[in-house]
T-cell receptor
Framework: GDSVTQMEGPVTLSEEAFLTINCTYT??????LFWYVQYPGEGLQLLLK?????DKGSNKGFEATYRKETTSFHLEKGSVQVSDSAVYFC?????????????FGKGTHLIIQP | DAGVIQSPRHEVTEMGQEVTLRCKPI?????LFWYRQTMMRGLELLIY????????DSGMPEDRFSAKMPNASFSTLKIQPSEPRDSAVYFC?????????????FGEGSRLTVL
């Protein structure tokens, strides 16, 4: 079945550091890929998405490129801020796999220190 | 605009008691999802509805769990009887086009503690 694997956290960085959170996936069809962010005490919010190979999603300084050849969708940001501290979830949607809804990774807790 | 509204935000109960969690999706959305989040298992899809009809409940852990959507603006997730291993944060999410687009809008969650 479909699955998403993210790097284990927590990831601790200093403010203005470069961020990469790795995400790889397994899917039977042609999935759409997403990053969601969860701030403390809140629900998940869509951060960015890409619906086909080589698409780049971007939002709030974050970027991720859909790499079909490596089945990856790594999240990057050039200069992180304390306010970026949150849990980040990689997810896929694969209607061709016969299921609706999203399949999520386990989440990566990001901590940015001033 | 109001987002997805869940209640209660926090629930503490004793093993064996019935628990009912409630969700009001965003007006106009035609798909509704119930997820459970734990440290060990991450986010798990329990059940989802399209146009108030349950489509896939294969994620529901066992018969103690049941979900209903009597109309387009309300859904419940019930656990009877509750057990300590049911302790988790339960999220409701809604979508306009169906989960296939990936754009789910989540509520703030209901944190359940079963003693």
């Amino acid at each position: 079945g479909d699955s998403v694997t993210q790097m284990e956290g927590p990831v601790t960085l200093s403010e203005e550091a470069f961020l990469t959170i790795n995400c790889t996936y397994t899917a039977t069809g042609y999935p759409s890929l997403f990053w969601y962010v969860q701030y403390p005490g809140e629900g998940l919010q869509l951060l960015l998405k890409a619906t086909k190979a080589d698409d780049k999603g971007s939002n709030k300084g974050f970027e991720a490129t859909y790499r079909k050849e490596t089945t990856s969708f790594h999240l990057e940001k050039g200069s992180v801020q304390v306010s970026d501290s949150a849990v980040y979830f990689c997810a896929l949607s694969d209607p061709g796999g016969g299921a609706d809804g999203l399949t999520f990774g386990k989440g990566t807790h990001l901590i940015i220190q001033p | 605009d109001a987002g997805v509204i869940q209640s209660p935000r926090h629930e503490v109960t004793e093993m064996g008691q019935e628990v009912t969690l409630r969700c009001k999706p965003i007006s106009g959305h035609n798909s509704l999802f119930w997820y459970r989040q734990t440290m060990m298992r991450g986010l798990e899809l329990l059940i989802y509805f399209n146009n108030n009809v349950p489509i896939d409940d294969s994620g529901m852990p066992e018969d103690r769990f049941s979900a209903k959507m009597p109309n387009a603006s309300f859904s419940t997730l019930k656990i009877q009887p509750s057990e300590p291993r049911d302790s988790a944060v339960y999220f409701c999410a809604s979508s306009l086009l169906g989960g296939g687009t990936g754009e789910l809008f989540f509520g703030e969650g209901s944190r359940l503690t079963v003693l």
